[in-house]
């Protein structure tokens, strides 16, 4: 019996690829060079900071130049965190519907809490969570379950009675190593991947698709 549902947020809960792509393309023009098409940049968006400066300049952990790009990501993006971000299609009748059955919902993210409460803030969305999990929020980040086990703590509820929802392998690790149920939110980035071969218990099409399962 699933008593409670956590969401990813970016590329599963939320469309936030056009703010993401926006601030890495205000870099690139700072620079000089033109502005990547959305193309390039949404498939990526699930991984963040890190997925968006490989995108852009190929550049990663490790380079000399990563860490201080990586801080001028974060505070262009800060700057216009909701600008053009949105819940998904379906998701806001999918929230609708979890909330009338008595169940709870959740975020759980690898984006920094400030930052996530930011754009949940701006989605008027905080009020509704029953918790938020970021990627500071914890000592590990996912693929390791830490997040989903604060986010049962917070919420006082067994792992096995919740499901978590996610458009990137390392979010299907997450809830399985958990002890939860893992659904794959095909509307999502997918990271470039084939979420058939990610084991989920769940392959969703649609946000409503969900609660067949519930």
């Given at each position: 019996m699933?008593?409670?549902?956590?969401?990813?947020?970016?590329g599963t809960l939320a469309d936030t690829a056009p703010d993401l792509g926006y601030a890495l393309n205000t870099m690139?023009?700072?620079?000089?060079?033109p502005p990547l098409p959305a193309s390039a940049t949404r498939p990526v968006a699930s991984a963040g900071a890190r997925g968006l400066l490989r995108a852009g300049f190929d550049i990663g952990p490790g380079h000399p130049d990563y860490e201080a790009m990586r801080k001028e990501f974060l505070q262009r993006y800060e700057t216009n965190i909701c600008r053009e971000s949105r819940l998904f299609p379906g998701m806001p009748e999918?929230?609708?519907a979890i909330e009338a059955r008595g169940l709870r919902w959740g975020v759980v993210t690898n984006k920094?809490?400030?930052?996530?409460?930011?754009?949940?803030?701006g989605l008027g969305m905080t009020s509704r969570a029953s918790c938020l999990v970021g990627g500071d929020s914890t000592p590990n980040i996912k693929p390791h379950p830490d997040p989903l086990l604060a986010a049962c703590r917070t919420i006082r509820e067994r792992a096995g009675a919740c499901v978590y929802v996610g458009d990137d392998l390392r979010d299907i690790e997450a809830a399985h190593a958990a002890g939860m149920k893992a659904a794959v939110a095909k509307w999502g980035y997918l990271n470039g991947q084939d979420p058939e071969d990610w084991n989920a218990d769940w392959l969703i099409d649609r946000p409503p698709d969900l609660q067949r399962y519930l």
């Amino acid at each position: 019996m699933i008593k409670a549902v956590f969401f990813d947020l970016d590329g599963t809960l939320a469309d936030t690829a056009p703010d993401l792509g926006y601030a890495l393309n205000t870099m690139r023009m700072a620079r000089g060079r033109p502005p990547l098409p959305a193309s390039a940049t949404r498939p990526v968006a699930s991984a963040g900071a890190r997925g968006l400066l490989r995108a852009g300049f190929d550049i990663g952990p490790g380079h000399p130049d990563y860490e201080a790009m990586r801080k001028e990501f974060l505070q262009r993006y800060e700057t216009n965190i909701c600008r053009e971000s949105r819940l998904f299609p379906g998701m806001p009748e999918l929230l609708d519907a979890i909330e009338a059955r008595g169940l709870r919902w959740g975020v759980v993210t690898n984006k920094a809490e400030r930052l996530a409460r930011l754009l949940l803030d701006g989605l008027g969305m905080t009020s509704r969570a029953s918790c938020l999990v970021g990627g500071d929020s914890t000592p590990n980040i996912k693929p390791h379950p830490d997040p989903l086990l604060a986010a049962c703590r917070t919420i006082r509820e067994r792992a096995g009675a919740c499901v978590y929802v996610g458009d990137d392998l390392r979010d299907i690790e997450a809830a399985h190593a958990a002890g939860m149920k893992a659904a794959v939110a095909k509307w999502g980035y997918l990271n470039g991947q084939d979420p058939e071969d990610w084991n989920a218990d769940w392959l969703i099409d649609r946000p409503p698709d969900l609660q067949r399962y519930l």
